[in-house]
């Protein structure tokens, strides 16, 4: 069977982006793939916050992923920290990638706005993602459109790294999803929906009350024309709320375009939609909630599982560099 591997960071609020880019494919992969899902906690060290906000993130983050539909007995879900064979992979990774590479990365260049006085860690945050993707010889790496780059950094360092010490990694593929693959801010249809650029009323989290859902997708900016049309590039507002309609009702946004011939009808049944969308979601999350112990003991066994196979990567690659084996 083959292998895929992705990870969520426990920073902010889950979001409707981060559940329709990612988790639901996650959840259909674990049934045809050895799916391994990791909490990076270690990526959310990058930016500042509470120690305390940290570990409620991180096991509330995985009580979303089980609430959403992956099942523990069939994939891993665990946090990047309790596997160590992480950061040393990504040491050794860091002597093969170049600081030209990284000075490349879209995402550094973004987030730091002085690039001297940015911590080296959000330097090589792309290092350890790698890291993350080659510990598990992952086929397939489920990534948002806007993640592309850093899986391009990945493969260049595995192909680097196989050339010059012979064949030690899997080189993984991309896995892309189409309709709803980056869901786009509701106030700035240019613009992904994002927990670090978003503000209130452009983003829908996962676990908000239908009211306000329904508030926002009320709200959301379309344009100065009247015609419903899928056209993301000229109409990004109204392609945007035909993609979240779509995604929530499995129809094509263009045919669903066809449906409407006013904003006002499009949004009042996209907020209707979406709502009953999410609502097996948040009712299990509810549940879920009460089970704190349950949610630990979850992680703790997927993170059992990937040091399993995490560690037969990691002395592969300790003998390919040179490093003494140690018992």
Known sequence: MPRVLSGIRPTGDVH??????????????QHTHESLYCVVDLHALTERQS?????????????????????????????????????ELSWILSCVATVG???????????????????????????????????????????????????ELCRDIA?????????????????VGQVGAMVMDLQ???KKMSKSRSGPSGMILLLEPPESMTRKIKRAVTDNESEVRYDPLEKPGVSNLL???AVSTGDAPTALAER??????????????????????T???????????????????????ARALASVTLTRAREAVGLLPYK
């Open 188 to 190: 700035d249809p240019t």
């Open 260 to 281: 409407y011939t006013s904003y006002g009808e499009l949004k009042s049944d996209t907020a209707q939609a979406l709502v009953e969308f999410l609502r097996p979601v």
């Open 101 to 151: 590479e990284l000075r490349r990365m879209t995402q550094f260049k973004t987030l730091s706005e002085d690039s001297d006085s940015a911590s080296a860690g959000l330097f090589g945050y792309p290092v350890l993602m790698a890291a993350d993707i080659l510990l598990y010889d992952a086929d397939r790496v489920p990534i948002g459109r806007d993640q592309r780059q850093h899986l």
């Open 51 to 87: 120690p305390a906000e940290l570990r409620e993130k991180t096991c509330e983050v995985a009580g979303l992923l089980l609430a959403s539909g992956l099942d523990p007995e069939v994939c891993a879900i665990f946090a990047q920290s309790h596997v160590p064979e992480h950061t």
């Open 159 to 175: 192909n680097r790294f196989n050339n010059r010490f012979g064949h030690t990694f899997t080189v993984p593929d991309a896995a």
């Open 243 to 245: 993609e979240l309609l």
């Open 283 to 305: 009712q299990r999350y509810q549940e879920i909630r009460a089970e704190p112990a349950w949610v630990e003991e979850v992680i703790r066994r997927g993170a059992d599982r």
């Open 16 to 29: 409707l982006g981060n559940y329709v880019g990612a988790i639901r494919q996650w959840v259909a992969d």
